[in-house]
């Protein structure tokens, strides 16, 4: 049987396709005589089963994010772990990806059918390769710039008539990209923790490739001033941006919406004074009216971008609000970066209070958001910094959050460095805004799959924890401060151990007094015990020591206050600063108590070394409670001198 | 190099020695040795030549300067104290069953099949075989928990939930198809095929073109000899129990071209059955699809006894016997034809029993001493008489006459049971007597 070979009386075919006309057919009987409809079946995308089941799953907010294992021996914590974790099993790909790169002959297994082109080596380009038109077509399309700028100058060399219809595409291609070749999108991890560029300096090449192309075109369309103009505005070209763009208008030639976008965006580049600049993105808005060109959301968002960059003239607020009401008119939708920008016009540090946040999200709230501008994704960090540091409101930031949890919104985060600076400001306004307890809840939730405190908010939350006397707290915070790396941090086991010092033992809480020692023994040990090559390590400091001996000595672990003591004498250069008076009498009390008297008397000597007033007192005290040695007599007369009165029953002090 | 060149070394050592105090020497393989007190090299001159014959000279010589104040060594030398690296435990959090919540989302903590985690799963389950004494394995480093598929990720909330979400691509049951005798009745057709997903780079799989047809019988429209003729050509893909036609198509290497074969097929079928061929009209006595009674040995043989007995009024005796002969070989021997059977044989040749009458005309299974089976020794033992009484009949009961009588047992009131219990034997012999009895 033929594959071609069709059958002569496919009356069959109609039952199957669901249409109801077997009675019509001789062989099938059995009229019918009502007609079924079957519905039409719902289209869908090969993706959106997938879709509507992952939209069943809610957020986890005690396991970690399933790039890692869930495991607590594999999963990573503090932020330095989560993305070296991340990074490292990326690299491992890129490993493998490299591999097939450069040896692409070992790999002759091709599974795949139908082919799949992602998962071929890419193929490189040689000097003296027979490339044609169509090479260069493939290129393109699949935006390899690279070999792009490598197949085009084979081309050249090689006299290959190249139409301008492509060399339109290899122009929008090498001005959208300025001739660098991007991060592969594969490489999920390197962009979420990339850095995102920030410069404010011309990137733009001169005299490259790009412009090389534009001046072989034969005809120069339109489209191509348009590519140029628009790649030199975003790699801030600006000045022969600006000469392309006069060149246009003496010649007449139309250019379209997203060029003058990228004109107006760099409007303050070429301009000094607010109003100065503020006249030349009017300029542009005219000059778009009068060649009837239309306005789109990105008009709109260039605009507010020109705004927010003169953002501390006087008239940019009631300007910004203009351009909004003139656009909503226009039928133009804002996206979230039309709000980003008005955030940035509105809140300003040493400006005055604006509640726009709130009439924002009341316009927004429940609703759910697709890309618009990549300037999306900067509308929720800066949203929250505003709750945060500029109207200071928690209800603000739960609202912003909520509407950051609805449906897909969270895609919206940006990458890590946003990520953490939203979780940085939310937590921290949670801190200072909610009761300990109540904190305590967001604190649980968060840490620390979904944010890894910074040491400056640790010591926030520390801080929190010692002022409300919510020390059952310590212990958690404690054992999450060393998986974070932040043990080694000379503030925070500073203000770990004051904190510590507000606990009073008494016979209603043993449980709570044996964790806390429990700390403050374990901070000891691993102060003593870290590694003398490490760079940043936490060097005790006198008080640090004296709250060490405090909370050991007042929780009952004496032991551990003499071995602080030894240390502290033994090694006095190791230590900034002395132990306090009051922690040496603590020591020096529950010595005398015990009836320790080397103990009593190291402590009266490192007193006197360390030049307390209260060694005379303390002396004296010693002297009285306890039966000294000769030998201890010695020592102290010889550390304490005439200094110290002691009573006549004791010998001299040898002179 | 080796010797000669040691030898010529050690003689120019010698010549040179008492002459110059410093000198330096290049070998005839180009290494240089630097050479600093004559004299006291003239001691250690064996040591030189050896450290030439052998390795880097300078190298030799450090190691010389090296080894000076080599303390002697009595005994086994000592090994030093290897102290193992101590490793530090990892810092890490306690299990995350800890901190989940009574009242928590089990289905987005484990949102897809993985296999058993003991710090993500909160329950203390058990699995494995216990060691002697001890109880049976926790979930902790439990290999049995974590070989065998879990169904965590489908827990009844989340199927719920999954339906829902997938609502939403269904479109409503078309009015109309609400029984299954409506759908067959609009749908007579059944087409099925298999779509197979892999996580592999290829989509193909071979068994992804076979394509079934399934048709019910009763839904094509065919007449008699059509339904026979199709029957015949399709052989055994008709299963007569669900008077279902199965097609399989597996030739072509795509499904659509597999349906479409089946369709081909179905049609050409149908076709082919309504057609009358001029060489069906040869079909003889052998090539009949059933039996037929008219014209039979059979209704020759009834007709014999009918007309013997001098029965008047024998046209409905004979239909009914025809027709029960008819199901006898058409449907099958079985329990209720053969009693059938019986019953008008008896019928035909005027045989009655008094104690049988209300019993003989309802069917009955045996409940034997040695067998529940009907179909067992019982049936077999039933059968067996019901032939050969028909022989018996049909060879003409004349000669019969003359031999033994076995008068049936006294206490076998239920004739079916009496004959059940008595051997092959047995039972032919006193079907004789009972005969001979009836006819005499």
Redesign the interface.
């Known amino acids: ?1 033929s ?1 071609l ?9 109609l ?2 396709a669901g249409i ?1 006309r ?1 009675s019509q057919h ?5 009229p ?1 005589g ?1 007609t ?7 289209q ?1 995308s090969p993706t ?2 997938l879709q ?2 992952a ?6 907010t ?2 970690p994010h399933y790039k890692y294992s ?4 594999l ?1 990573p ?1 503090s932020n330095l772990t989560k993305r070296s974790y991340a990074l490292s099993k990326e690299s491992g790909r890129k490993a493998a990806r490299w591999i097939r790169e450069k040896y692409p002959r070992l790999f002759s297994h091709r ?4 082919l ?1 082109e992602s ?1 071929q080596p890419k193929q490189q380009y040689q000097e003296g390769e027979q490339v044609g038109v169509d090479t260069l077509v493939g290129v393109v399309a699949r935006g390899e710039v690279a070999n792009a700028v490598t197949v085009y100058h084979l081309c050249k060399n090689q006299g290959v008539a190249l139409p301008d219809e492509l060399l339109q595409d290899l122009l929008e291609l090498l001005c959208f990209y300025n001739e660098e070749e991007q991060v592969d999108v594969e490489w999920v991890e390197e962009r979420w923790y990339r850095q995102a560029s920030t410069t404010t300096r011309k990137t733009w090449k001169d005299n490259s490739l790009a412009e090389e192309v534009f001046a072989s075109l034969t005809t120069r369309e339109p489209a191509a001033y348009c590519a140029l103009i628009r790649g030199m505005a975003q790699y801030l070209q600006v000045d022969r941006a600006w000469q392309l763009y006069q060149e246009c208008r003496e010649k007449g030639i139309p250019l379209d919406t997203g060029t003058h976008n990228a004109l107006i965006r760099v409007a303050s580049f070429l301009r000094d004074a607010s109003d100065l600049r503020w006249q030349l993105v009017q300029e542009l808005l005219c000059t778009m009216a009068e060649r009837d060109v239309q306005p789109d959301l990105g008009t709109l968002n260039a605009t507010l971008e020109a705004l927010a960059q003169v953002s501390g003239w006087r008239q940019a607020r009631d300007l910004s609000l203009k351009v909004l009401m003139e656009f909503h008119q226009l039928g133009i939708k804002p996206s979230l970066a039309t709000y980003y920008y008005l955030l940035l016009i509105h809140c300003r540090d040493r400006g005055p209070r604006s509640d726009i946040l709130v009439g924002i999200l009341d316009q927004l709230e429940g609703q759910s958001f697709t890309l618009q501008d990549p300037k999306d994704t900067s509308f929720f960090v800066t949203a929250m910094e505003v709750a945060r540091n500029h109207l200071k409101s928690l209800k603000v930031a739960e609202r912003v959050d909520s509407l950051l949890h609805l449906g897909d919104n969270h895609l919206f985060i940006g990458d890590s460095y946003k990520e953490s600076v939203y979780y940085r400001h939310y937590f921290a306004l949670s801190c200072s805004s909610l009761p300990i307890d109540e904190f305590m809840q967001v604190y ?1 939730k968060l840490v ?1 799959h979904i944010y890894t405190p910074e040491p400056g908010i640790m010591q926030e939350v520390l801080e929190a924890v010692q002022t409300s006397g919510a020390l059952h707290y310590l212990p958690q915070l404690w ?1 999450d401060m ?2 974070f790396d932040h043990s080694s941090r000379d503030k925070l086991v500073g203000l770990m151990l004051a904190a510590l010092t507000h606990h009073h033992p008494s016979p209603d809480n043993p449980q709570l007094t044996e964790r806390l020692v429990t700390i403050a023994k374990d901070i000891w040990t691993r102060v003593q015990e870290q590694d003398p090559n490490r760079r940043n390590r936490v060097t005790w400091t006198g008080q640090m020591l004296g709250w060490v001996v405090e909370v050991v000595v007042r929780c009952g672990e004496y032991q551990t206050a003499t071995e602080v003591l030894q240390e502290a004498t033994t090694t006095p250069q190791a230590v900034l600063g002395v132990l306090p008076a009051p922690s040496l009498t603590a020591l020096l009390s529950a010595a005398l108590h015990r009836k320790d008297t080397d103990t009593a008397v190291a402590v009266v000597l490192y007193a006197q070394d360390a030049g307390h007033q209260e060694t005379g007192q303390m002396a004296q005290q010693v002297h009285s409670s306890l039966p000294l040695s000769n030998q201890h007599l010695a020592k102290l007369a010889s550390a304490l001198g005439r200094d110290v009165y002691l009573p006549h029953d004791t010998p001299a002090p040898a002179t | 190099m080796g010797s000669s060149s040691a030898r010529s070394f050690s003689t120019l050592l010698e010549f040179t020695a008492g002459y110059v105090t410093s000198v330096r020497w290049i070998t005839t393989t180009g290494k240089k040795v630097y050479v600093l007190d004559m004299r006291a090299q003239q001691l250690l001159r064996p040591l030189a030549c050896r450290s030439l014959a052998t390795s880097h000279p300078r190298a030799e010589i450090k190691a010389a300067a090296e080894e000076e104040f080599r303390t002697l060594e009595i005994g086994r030398k000592k090994r030093e104290r290897f102290t193992a690296k101590t490793f530090k435990p990892a810092t890490m959090l306690p299990p995350r069953y800890k901190q989940q919540k009574t009242d928590q989302d089990w289905g987005s903590v484990w949102p897809a099949a993985r296999t058993f985690h003991p710090a993500t799963v909160p329950f203390p389950v058990r699995q494995g075989y216990p060691a002697s004494g001890q109880p049976t394995p926790d979930k902790w480093a439990n290999a049995e928990l974590m070989k065998i598929p879990n169904f965590l990720h489908l827990t009844p909330p989340v199927i719920k939930r999954q339906c829902e979400a997938l609502k939403k691509f269904c479109t409503p049951w078309p009015a109309g198809l609400e029984t299954t005798a409506k759908q067959e009745k609009h749908f007579p057709v059944t087409v099925s095929k298999s779509s197979y997903l892999h996580s592999s780079p290829t989509i193909r799989d071979p068994k992804a073109r076979i394509v079934t047809l399934k048709v019910h019988l009763r839904s094509l429209d065919l007449d008699y000899h059509g339904r026979d003729k199709l029957l015949r050509l399709v052989g055994e893909r008709y299963d007569a129990d669900t008077d279902c036609l199965t097609l399989v198509a597996d030739r072509c290497p795509l499904s659509q071209q597999n349906y479409d074969y089946c369709q081909y097929l179905l049609t050409v079928l149908y076709n082919e059955s309504m057609k009358t061929e001029p060489w069906e009209h040869e079909k003889e006595l052998v090539d009949l699809e059933k039996y037929v009674w008219e014209g039979s040995p059979s209704q020759a043989a009834a007709q014999n006894v009918v007309t013997a007995r001098g029965i008047n009024d024998a046209e409905e005796l004979l239909k009914e016997y025809g027709q029960v002969v008819t199901d006898l070989h058409n449907e099958g021997e079985d329990e209720a034809t053969v009693l059938r059977y019986q019953e008008s044989v008896m019928k035909l040749l005027g045989l009655t029993d008094p104690q049988d009458t209300a019993t003989a005309s309802e069917p009955k299974y045996i409940q034997g001493e040695r067998g529940q089976d009907k179909d067992g020794w019982v049936g077999q033992a039933r059968r067996d008489w019901v032939v050969r009484g028909v022989k018996l009949w049909e060879e003409g009961c004349e000669g019969q006459r003359d031999r033994g009588v076995l008068q049936p047992p006294a206490q076998h009131h239920d004739k079916n049971r009496a004959f059940a219990l008595l051997s092959l034997e047995d039972t032919s012999r006193h079907l004789r007597a009972f005969q001979k009895t009836q006819i005499g």
């Open positions: 049987m594959a070979w069709r059958p002569p009386l496919p009356f069959l075919r039952i199957a109801s077997a001789r062989g099938l009987g059995t019918a009502d079924i409809v079957i519905p039409k079946r719902i869908r959106d089963i509507a089941l939209g069943t799953v809610g957020q986890d005690t396991g869930d495991d607590p021996f999963s914590y599974p795949d059918d139908p799949i998962f649980d620390p054992s060393v998986t």
